[in-house]
């Protein structure tokens, strides 16, 4: 597996050994042993969404003791993953990066435990999935606003360069905390 650094320390786009022929590839899509090297915990769930083009999730995390780590990719379709830094001590801090992941190039993103997570969804029928080392508890979800100003994530260039009129969101991600809430500690 090829290990990618972003900007944001800890979190990698990773490129998974494809063994393949005219007939196809090969590929192991998770390897526990390194996973493990990266700081994921062991795998204790597998999850699966499926969104039509224009479905913005986001941007989600576990607090306290269900905080997760996740890896990442898309099975079909395409998304532009887009993950915040919400580690207070990390450099990196309220700084977002993100990584365009799709079925033909194979990347997946390794999402450490203290940031943020969402994508836009760039194709109709897209199938998302996320292996994840901690237990989902709907009581410790918390998420901050999308289109927070404050992290600055550059939705709109997105939007135009995917031909995107406006995102399509849940009504839970319509309401989330600003960037300053939760820095201020009120998540």
């Not at 320390?9 to 390897?31: H, K, Q, V």
């Not at 479905?55 to 607090?63: C, S």
């Not at 994508?119 to 508890?137: G, P, R």
């Amino acid at each position: 597996m090829k290990k990618i650094e972003t900007e944001l320390g800890g979190c990698y786009i990773l490129e998974p050994t494809r063994f393949g022929d005219a007939r196809g590839y090969f590929s192991a899509p998770y390897i526990d042993a390194e996973y493990r090297e990266l700081g994921f915990q062991g795998l204790k769930q597998v999850s699966r969404s499926r969104s039509a083009k224009g479905v913005l999730r986001g941007m989600h995390f576990q607090k306290g003791d269900y905080a997760q780590a996740k890896v990442v990719e898309a099975v079909n379709g395409a998304v532009l993953d887009v993950v915040v830094d919400l580690r207070k001590d990390s450099p990196s801090y309220g700084k977002w990066t993100s990584v365009l992941l799709t079925p033909e190039n194979g990347r997946q993103l390794y999402v450490p435990r203290g940031f943020a997570h969402g994508f836009i969804s760039l194709e109709d029928d897209t199938v998302f999935q996320y292996f994840v080392d901690n237990t989902y508890m709907p009581d410790q979800e918390g998420g901050i606003a999308w289109d927070d100003s404050t992290v600055g994530i550059d939705w709109q260039s997105i939007f135009n360069e995917y031909g995107i009129e406006s995102p399509e969101l849940s009504e839970k991600d319509s309401n989330r905390m600003s960037f300053a809430q939760f820095d201020e500690g009120k998540e």
